[in-house]
Every structure is written in structure tokens, then in C-alpha cells.
């Protein structure tokens, strides 16, 4: 499977933030795990795919600083 590439822009303490990822795919839980570990938030993430991980992942994110994740596929 050939990598692609996505954009990654967030919010660390109201500063803004992008860089690009490499990857043969991207959901919005992946960003924001790629935000984080971009960020140097420490957390432990991808036991199994559940709503449950991404929402406590976004909670985790969010009262470290992390914020407005947003990614796009980049041509």
C-alpha cells in the first residue's frame, strides 16, 4: 500500500500548528493521536478502535493544550 500524505493543523495553547504525516490512511482519531505525539503530549492510545479511546484520547489532548485538529489529504 503506497503511503500518502496529510496535513495535520492544530492548536497548542492557542498557537497554531501544522506539519505533514505520512500514512496509508488518516481518521480524525488518528490525527489527533499524530497531534499529540507532534505536540510531546505522553499517552498511551490504540488498545482497539472504539469511540470510547478517541473520546477519552480528545479529552486527554485537549487538557494538555491540543485543540482544533483538523487534517486534509494532500494531492
Not at 499517552?43 to 487534517?71: C, P
Request: charged letters at 25%; glycine letters at 6%; proline letters at 3%.
Amino acid at each position: 500500500m503506497r503511503a500518502l500524505h496529510f496535513q495535520i493543523t492544530y492548536r497548542l495553547n492557542d498557537a497554531r500548528q501544522v506539519f505533514v504525516q505520512p500514512d496509508s490512511y488518516m481518521t480524525d482519531a488518528d490525527a489527533w493521536y499524530y497531534a499529540c505525539l507532534h505536540a510531546g503530549v505522553g499517552l498511551v492510545y490504540g488498545d482497539d478502535d472504539t469511540q470510547e479511546d478517541f473520546a477519552a484520547l480528545r479529552l486527554h489532548a485537549e487538557k494538555s493544550g491540543v485543540t482544533q485538529v483538523k487534517w486534509e489529504a494532500l494531492p
